[in-house]
């Protein structure tokens, strides 16, 4: 099993949309849990981290279930500049290298 | 909020030359950065861990004698590729945390071509 697996996509949405990604982790001992954005021949920027209660910024939902090593990121009220590709990344233990999902991609389309 | 910054963007050279590529903390201190390489359409791959005073931690698979890095400073690592050849060529990305738990951040990356 990947360390860290996310569906690759593409998907491909209209303005507006809500669309869901997700992605799980076979660590079950990882400590942090983030949710990246990478545009095309770019570096990954941080979108959010990710908590088990749950966190919200703006348009974006993050989630994650520790017993089911599970995380998911919802996007809300789609926008064009939100086509990127989206990593889910998992943090070990402390400060260790960061394992990264292959990511998923996301074309949003007026 | 914490900035890491890489140096050069870009680099084209001819096939044989050592490119060097600096990675800095601008606003904090960093024991521990690691190096990435991407090439197109996949995922970043580690290279290795860089240690502020001490030897780095290459992957499985990475030649530590093609690939020097170099952390001589809480702020500053470099990643040299000797005698670079055309399948060198990739974007290079290191990142750094200010602490442990925290997210790491990423510098703009080198995007290397070898002729």
């Known amino acids: 099993r990947k360390e860290v697996e996310q569906d690759p996509g593409p998907f491909n949405v209209p303005e507006g949309a809500t669309v869901a990604f997700n992605c799980t982790y076979s660590?079950?001992?990882?400590?942090?849990f983030f949710w990246y954005r990478q545009d095309c021949r770019k570096e990954p920027k941080l979108l959010m981290s990710?908590?088990?209660s749950g966190n919200e910024d703006g348009r974006f939902t993050a989630q994650l279930n520790r017993a089911s090593q599970y995380i998911s990121l919802l996007i809300r009220d789609s926008k064009l500049s939100d086509s990127a590709t989206y990593l889910c990344?998992?943090?070990?233990?402390?400060?260790?290298?960061?394992?990264f999902g292959k990511g998923t991609r996301l074309s949003v389309i007026a | 909020g914490a900035v890491v910054s890489q140096h050069p963007s870009w680099v084209i050279c001819k096939s044989g030359t050592s490119v060097k590529i600096e990675c800095r903390s601008l606003?904090?201190?960093?024991?521990?950065m690691f190096w990435y390489r991407q090439f197109p359409k996949q995922s970043l791959m580690l290279m290795a861990t860089?240690?502020?005073?001490?030897?780095?931690?290459?992957e499985q698979g990475v030649e530590k004698d093609k690939f020097l890095i170099n952390h001589a400073s809480l702020t500053l690592s470099t990643l040299t590729v000797t005698s670079a050849h055309p399948e060198d060529s990739s974007f290079y990305i290191c990142?750094?945390?200010?602490?442990?738990?925290?997210?790491?951040?990423f510098g703009d990356g080198t995007r290397l071509s070898i002729l």
């Open positions: 860089s240690n502020e005073g001490s030897k780095a931690t290459y």
């Open positions: 990344v998992v943090n070990p233990s402390g400060n260790t290298p960061l394992v």
């Open positions: 606003d904090f201190q960093a024991t521990t």
């Open positions: 990142s750094a945390s200010p602490t442990g738990n925290q997210p790491q951040h």
């Open positions: 660590n079950s001992a990882s400590q942090s």
């Open positions: 990710v908590y088990s």
